[in-house]
């Protein structure tokens, strides 16, 4: 029986954490930027974020615009890339926690919002950069903030150059 494998996609692992973070990085920022420039973040904390009972709500409401901006804008350049997975990842939860529940995974046909489906996919691409690091190239590997590549995808190991036979 042979097993089903990819190898000649194998080469491109190392590419995988520069997707996640430009996708996650850019749907972040894009979110954060909207808060900013088409409500105003006092005017999101206002109104969204008092709604759910969360104290000091336009203090709430800058706190998520600049870590979707800030923080979205960092995964697409490669800086700050694990602390800014991990800020972006604790804004998702808060969102799928507190927002997500009365819309479940997927939102009924005409909400204003979506469901939980993309909060949660936004969290696995964050969760995957955290985890795998930024990839190359990042200001990360640039700045020596990150030196090496993930062990999964490293070339020096005969594993990530042939795979195995059974």
């Given at each position: 029986?042979?097993?089903?494998?990819f190898?000649?996609?194998?080469r491109?692992a190392?590419?995988?954490?520069v997707?996640?973070?430009l996708?996650v990085?850019?749907?972040?920022?894009?979110?954060?930027?909207?808060?900013?420039?088409?409500?105003?973040?006092?005017?999101?904390?206002?109104?969204?974020?008092?709604?759910?009972g969360?104290p000091?709500?336009?203090?709430?409401?800058?706190?998520?615009?600049l870590v979707e901006?800030?923080?979205?804008?960092?995964?697409?350049?490669g800086?700050?890339?694990r602390?800014?997975?991990?800020?972006v990842?604790?804004?998702?939860?808060g969102?799928t926690?507190?927002?997500?529940?009365d819309?479940?995974?997927?939102?009924?046909?005409?909400?204003?919002?979506?469901?939980?489906?993309?909060?949660?996919s936004?969290?696995?691409?964050?969760?995957?950069?955290?985890?795998?690091?930024p990839?190359?190239?990042?200001?990360?590997?640039t700045?020596g903030?990150e030196?090496?590549?993930?062990?999964?995808?490293r070339?020096?190991?005969?594993a990530?150059?042939e795979?195995a036979?059974?």
């Amino acid at each position: 029986m042979h097993r089903l494998s990819f190898p000649s996609v194998q080469r491109f692992a190392p590419v995988a954490p520069v997707i996640l973070r430009l996708v996650v990085g850019s749907v972040m920022a894009l979110h954060g930027w909207q808060k900013l420039t088409e409500m105003g973040p006092a005017m999101f904390g206002e109104g969204m974020v008092a709604e759910l009972g969360i104290p000091a709500p336009v203090l709430v409401g800058w706190a998520i615009t600049l870590v979707e901006l800030i923080g979205g804008s960092f995964l697409v350049l490669g800086f700050l890339t694990r602390i800014s997975a991990v800020a972006v990842t604790v804004v998702l939860l808060g969102a799928t926690i507190l927002v997500k529940p009365d819309l479940g995974l997927i939102a009924p046909m005409g909400s204003m919002l979506p469901g939980a489906e993309l909060d949660l996919s936004l969290i696995a691409g964050a969760l995957g950069v955290l985890f795998l690091g930024p990839g190359r190239p990042s200001l990360d590997h640039t700045l020596g903030i990150e030196t090496g590549t993930p062990d999964a995808v490293r070339d020096d190991e005969p594993a990530a150059r042939e795979p195995a036979r059974v």
